[in-house]
């Protein structure tokens, strides 16, 4: 009889590690559709602004002559 108890046990086992096996595939299955979805949403990386330095009056001229910009450039 013990056998039988020992059997009985060792199927009930078996039956439970297929259904936890089958609940773990289950649950890969919706985290791949779930990063599908996801991806199908995303944004595309934004590169960032980058502003210009303005140039006042009396800055140095970016050319390089060394004269202020009112002096240089900034007459054209």
Not at 28 to 41: L, Q, V
Not at 50 to 72: F, R
Request: aromatic letters at 10%; proline letters at 7%; glycine letters at 4%.
């Amino acid at each position: 009889m013990e056998s039988l108890a020992q059997h009985l046990n060792r199927e009930a086992d078996l039956k439970w590690i297929e259904t936890q096996k089958q609940s773990f595939l289950k649950s890969m299955e919706m985290a791949d559709d779930y990063n599908d979805m996801y991806d199908d949403f995303s944004m595309p990386v934004q590169q960032p602004i980058v502003k210009e330095t303005k140039i006042y009056p009396n800055d140095p001229c970016p050319c390089g002559s060394g004269k202020k910009y009112k002096k240089c450039c900034g007459r054209r």
